[in-house]
Each structure stands twice: as C-alpha cells, then as structure tokens.
C-alpha cells in the first residue's frame, strides 16, 4: 500500500525559512514526478513545485526565488526549502506523486505552515 507522511510544517515569523519533507512507502517511485501544492484559507488548492521524474522544476511565479524543491530517489522523498517566508504563504502543503508513465497518482494527508506577520 502506498503512503505518504508530510513533516516539517509548523510556525514561523516572516522571513524566516522551513523545510518540508515528504516520504513514500509501498513502492519505488523514481519513475514519478512530484509535487507540492497548497491551500491556503479560503483558496482554492494550487501547485507550488514540481520535479519531473529526470529532474526539470518547475515553480509557481510567487515562490520563484524563494522557495527549492528537491528529491532524493533512493529515500523516495521530496522536499521542499521555503525561505523569506511571507503571512501569504500561510497554507496546508500537500505532497503529490504521479506516474510519468502510468496513472498513478498519490496525496500526502498535508501539513500546516503558518506564518506569522
């Protein structure tokens, strides 16, 4: 069965950094893309990173700069290194994993960042 536990969410002051994690369970997942979206209150659920399976990123214009999405295969884990931290940025983040070559596709159960003005 595949699983995926998000960690490293909490509260911060702005400007300052965070690192989530998110690290699957149940298969090998080198052969998938994976994601961060989030969801703040009131908002509709957006993507904020993404690394396809060869490694090309891609960020959403309001995190570029800021944030730095990372993956390690062998740990079948991503990560996500926010820093200059904005109230804005105040959401749930969500991990996601899609086969590149299949229909695959995983959610983590989402962990909260709060940051504070």
């Known amino acids: 069965q595949v699983r995926l536990v998000e960690s490293g969410g909490g509260l911060v002051q702005a400007g300052g950094s965070l690192r989530l994690s998110c690290a699957a369970s149940?298969?090998?997942?080198?052969?998938?893309?994976m994601g961060w979206y989030r969801q703040g209150p009131g908002k509709e659920r957006e993507v904020v990173a993404c690394?396809?399976?060869?490694?090309?990123?891609y960020y959403v214009d309001s995190v570029k700069g800021r944030f730095t999405i990372s993956r390690d295969n062998a740990k079948n884990t991503v990560y996500l290194q926010m820093n200059s931290l904005k109230p804005e940025d105040t959401a749930i983040y969500y991990c996601?994993?899609?086969?590149?070559?299949?229909?695959?596709?995983?959610w983590g159960q989402g962990t909260q960042v709060t940051v504070s003005s």
């Open positions: 996601n994993f899609v086969g590149a070559r299949s229909s695959e596709n995983y």
């Open positions: 149940g298969r090998t997942f080198s052969d998938y893309d």
């Open positions: 690394v396809r399976w060869w490694g090309s990123t």
